[in-house]
C-alpha cells in the first residue's frame, strides 16, 4: 500500500497523491474555522501569519513523505483506517519546528504521527523586514491509505 501526504495551509500545498480525501477536506475545513492567531505583542517574538512579509515554505516535502510513512500509527495502517490531525507549529527563524500542539486529531494515534511528522519539516522561514523570524502556522496532515495502481503513474498536482 501506499501513503497519501497531503499539506496544506495558505499558500502551501504539497500533495503525493490525488484526489483528496474527505478526510483531508474535512481537517481542511478545521483549519478554516480556526480564529486567526492573536497578534503577536510588541515584545513577543513570535508573530501571527498576517505580521510577516513571506510566509513559510516547506522546503522538504519528500522527507516528509518518508516521516509520513514512518509514523502512519500501526495499527490503523494494519485496519486500512484513515485520518488526519491538524498542528498548530511554530516555525522558528532557522526554518524548524519549535512548540507543536494538536488542535484536532481523529483519533490520538493521528495526534501523535503527526508531531512526528511536522519535527521532520524544514521550511525557508518567515521574514519580516527582510529578517528571519518565528511564526504561528496550522498544519492539517492527512494520513490515508490507497493501494498501488497497477496503470500508469498518478499525477502529483
Known amino acids: 500500500m501506499r501513503i497519501r501526504l497531503l499539506l496544506c495551509t495558505a499558500g502551501l500545498l504539497a500533495a503525493m497523491t490525488m484526489p483528496r480525501a474527505a478526510s483531508a477536506q474535512a481537517c481542511d475545513s478545521l483549519v478554516a474555522t480556526q480564529p486567526a492567531a492573536e497578534p503577536a505583542s510588541p515584545g513577543d517574538s513570535v508573530f501571527a501569519l498576517e505580521q510577516v512579509d513571506a510566509r513559510p515554505q516547506l522546503i522538504n516535502v519528500g522527507n516528509v513523505a518518508m516521516a509520513m ?89
Open 69 to 157: 510513512a514512518r509514523n502512519y500509527p500501526r495499527e490503523q495502517r494494519d485496519a486500512g483506517t484513515s485520518g488526519c490531525a491538524v498542528v498548530r507549529v511554530e516555525v522558528r527563524p532557522n526554518g524548524r519546528a519549535g512548540k507543536i500542539e494538536v488542535l484536532y486529531a481523529t483519533i490520538p494515534a493521528f495526534g501523535r504521527g503527526a508531531i512526528a511528522v511536522v519535527r521532520q519539516m524544514h521550511f525557508h522561514p518567515a521574514t519580516r523586514e527582510g529578517h528571519p523570524v518565528a511564526v504561528w502556522m496550522t498544519l492539517p496532515l492527512t494520513f490515508q491509505l490507497q493501494p498501488f495502481s497497477s496503470g500508469a503513474a498518478e499525477s502529483s498536482q
